[in-house]
């Protein structure tokens, strides 16, 4: 008798680990679920990051360019303004 209930005992644990393993196996494929969808989520958030980054280099650039033709302007109307002065302190 003692030997069957040990045999029971044993087959009542083997049934027990397999229960486990499977479970074990559920929970890794859906924490492999939940890893791709996070690597998903990084791979957008670093592609929209890199748009935003794009439309910032493209407004410095816009920048620049207002900023070179705002100095040239200036300078064209600073030498306009001395050129007048020149011709006005000549002329008396």
């Known amino acids: ?12 644990l083997e049934g027990a680990y397999e ?7 559920t929970v890794e494929e859906r924490l492999a679920l939940v890893e791709n969808k ?11 990051f890199e748009r935003v980054d794009q ?6 650039q816009r920048f620049e360019r207002i900023d070179h033709s705002l100095r040239t302007q ?3 109307l600073v030498g306009l303004m001395l050129s007048l002065l020149a011709v ?5």
């Not at 008798?1 to 009542?12: G, W």
């Not at 996070?38 to 929209?48: A, H, T, V």
């Not at 439309?55 to 410095?60: M, P």
């Open 1 to 12: 008798m003692p030997t069957d209930t040990i045999e029971m005992r044993m087959a009542h």
């Open 19 to 25: 229960q486990i393993d499977k479970r074990l196996g």
């Open 38 to 48: 996070i690597d998903g989520l990084r791979r957008d958030i670093d592609q929209r």
């Open 55 to 60: 439309r910032f280099e493209r407004i410095d």
């Open 74 to 76: 200036f300078y064209w």
């Open 88 to 92: 006005g302190i000549f002329r008396h």
